[in-house]
């Protein structure tokens, strides 16, 4: 079983940049964010592995970085130009990664990010 303990969350004005971290209990080889909107299903955000091969939503790139440090077992998602409808719980997700696949298995309890227009 691996833990994950999120921080960072917070307020931000739109156009505003902020900056996630999650630190996990153990190694394990996928790492990342997904978030869920008032309403909405949850989805992802941006995943990485332990090699560094990354994956993003489409409406994040060129304005969200992850990035990971595999010695201390943590990742980070740096998101810049933040946009109102961005506003969500964001939460720290790994897994196995098996096979190639980017399959998650466990959850941190989420934080808040809240843009104001």
């Known amino acids: 079983q691996v833990q994950l303990v999120e921080s960072g969350g917070g307020l931000v004005q739109a156009g505003g940049s902020l900056r996630l971290s999650c630190a996990a209990s153990?190694?394990?080889?996928?790492m990342g964010w997904f978030r869920q909107a008032p309403g909405k299903q949850r989805e992802l955000v941006a995943v990485?592995?332990?090699?560094?091969?990354?994956k993003y939503a489409d409406s994040v790139k060129g304005r969200f970085t992850i990035s990971r440090d595999n010695v201390r077992k943590t990742v980070a998602l740096q998101m810049n130009s933040l946009k109102s409808e961005e506003t969500a719980v964001y939460y720290c997700a790994a897994g196995l990664g098996l096979f190639g696949t980017w399959s998650i298995n466990y959850w941190g309890q989420g934080t808040q990010v809240t843009v104001s227009s």
């Open positions: 990485i592995r332990s090699d560094g091969t990354t």
């Open positions: 153990g190694s394990i080889n996928v």
